[in-house]
C-alpha cells in the first residue's frame, strides 16, 4: 500500500502577532506587551503532519517578497516541498492577530500570492498513490481563486480523497457555493453529519447540499 502524502494547496500565510491589554478604540493608540512574526496559516497544518512522519508538499503559491522568503525557508527547514514557482512581483500574504489579555484574537488579513493559484497550477501536480489533498476555508472564500479551487476539486479523480477546513459559517455568502458542490456524499446527509460530527440542529442541513459533484460520483470528501 502506498505511503500518504499531504498535498496542501490551501493559504500558508505570515502571522504578525500582538499581545495586547485591550483592542484599540478608533483613532487610539495603544502599546503591545508582546510581539511575534511566523509563518501561520496552513503551514501549522503541514508542519504538524511533516513532524508527525507523514510526507507533506505546498501545493500554493509563495511570493517573492520578504513574507514569500520568510514561508518558503520556514517549509523547507520543515522538510515540506514546495511543488509550485514563486509568483514574482507579488508577496506572500500577512495576517496581523490581535490577541488581548483574556485570550480573544482579533484578525486582519491581507491576502497575497496565495490567491493566483489556479486549477491548471494544481492539475500539473504529478499525482502519486496515497496522495490526500487539503484546503482551507480561508481560500475557498478569495474571490481570486474559490472558482478555480472549485473546480479542480470537482475533476480530482476518485482515488484521492480531499479535505478542507471549514474556517467560515456555512451561511457565509461566498463560501456556500463552493462549498455545497464539494462536501455532500453520495451515501446522504445522516453519514455525512456522523462523519464530520455535525447534526442539522448544529447547521449540518445548510452545510450540505445534493447538488455536489464529488456526492454523486460517490467520492471520499472530508471536513
Known sequence: MAEPRLLHFGSAVIDFIYRLERLPEPG????????????GGGFNMMAAARR??????FAGRIGDGVAGAMLHKALVDEGIDCLQPKIQGEDTGVCIVL????????????????????SSDL?????????????????????ECRDEQARFIENLPCEYPFAFDRRHSPGHPHIRTPANRLVEL?????????????????GGDAFVSPLSPRARRGDPAWI
Open 28 to 39: 487610539d493608540d495603544v502599546i503591545a506587551s508582546g510581539f511575534l512574526s511566523m509563518p
Open 186 to 202: 453520495q451515501s446522504g446527509r445522516s453519514r455525512l453529519h456522523r462523519r464530520i460530527g455535525l447534526s442539522a440542529s448544529h
Open 52 to 57: 508527525s512522519g507523514m510526507d507533506t508538499a
Open 123 to 143: 492539475e500539473a501536480i504529478e499525482k502519486q498513490p496515497g496522495d490526500w489533498f487539503f484546503t482551507s476555508g480561508y481560500t475557498l472564500v478569495y474571490p
Open 99 to 118: 490577541v488581548t489579555a483574556d485570550g480573544e484574537r482579533t484578525f486582519v488579513s491581507r491576502p497575497g500570492a496565495e490567491c493566483r493559484l489556479v
